[in-house]
């Protein structure tokens, strides 16, 4: 039997930047399709911000033909409004798991950092370095925030890898 | 010049039980169009239930022809990952806002209180007398969750007099 292979988003959300990556797992192989990141513009109402994000991977998950959305669990850090608001970029993406029939995975910072460098207590550079390591292709531009999106694709390769 | 009638939705999300009130204000009448509550089935996975809190909602905005949607601010409570999860219903009350061009509003607790009660330290059960003395043909029925009901009337009754 022909094994099917597995699209995963990978997304580290944020109202300033959101990295995100799409890999792609069919049998033992693993490839990138697409990776950047949106950045949702602070004049804008929160509520058009949310919007915005709704339709960029609304699009996406069409593109690539996503099945499954990975992401990192998230804690409560210095700012508790932040922390809420982060939650509102989560509930748009568990959104859009349910209306895309999307598989959704979560997976603790020390998940993701053990799985990628083999060490849970690894520093986001190390993650950055491993990723490129492993994407040798992946070539970054200009003003990308290349560790956004270094922190997805590491999250999308922890969900292509599991089961 | 006539004035344009506003619809509010006011909504007291929660993963249990989400209580909401539509109000409609023209020129100086305020009148409940709907109230009630949703219970998400603690069994359905998180996306399902952000699915179907989505779908109701977007019912009633479509129904009720609602302009604007109004939410109490919320604070961190003692549990971290449900005030995350707040936010998830929070986010897609704000990407509903977006999708169907509402105004969203929201007001501290103690502005809810001052308004409905004159008092801002007032108690839950206050504000609850208040609602029904305000619109005394709601009639509660059976196992209603009415404090949750009440709630959300009095954040609808806030948008609706605001400006």
Redesign the interface.
């Known amino acids: 039997m022909k094994e099917e292979s597995i699209v995963v988003l990978g997304v580290d959300p944020g109202f300033g930047i959101t990295g995100f990556g799409v890999i792609r797992r069919g049998g033992n192989t693993v490839s990138v399709c697409d990776y950047g990141f949106l950045k949702l513009k602070p004049t804008d109402s929160?509520?058009?911000r949310?919007?915005v994000f709704?339709s960029f991977f609304q699009e996406k998950i069409k593109t690539h033909g996503v099945t499954c959305v990975s992401l990192e669990t998230?804690?409560?850090g210095k700012n508790?409004q932040t922390?809420?608001?982060?939650?509102?970029?989560?509930?748009?993406l568990?959104?859009l798991?349910?209306?895309n029939n999307?598989k959704?995975i979560e997976f603790s910072p020390m998940e993701i950092k053990q799985a990628i460098t083999g060490f849970g207590g690894a520093g986001k550079d190390q993650v950055s370095f491993m990723i490129q390591r492993l994407f040798p292709r992946i070539i970054f531009q200009g003003e990308i925030k290349y560790k956004d999106v270094t922190d997805a694709l590491a999250i999308g390769l922890c969900g292509a890898w599991s089961k």
């Open positions: 929160l509520s058009c949310v919007g709704y998230s804690f409560l508790a922390f809420l608001k982060l939650g509102f970029l989560r509930g748009v568990y959104l798991a349910d209306q999307l959704i």
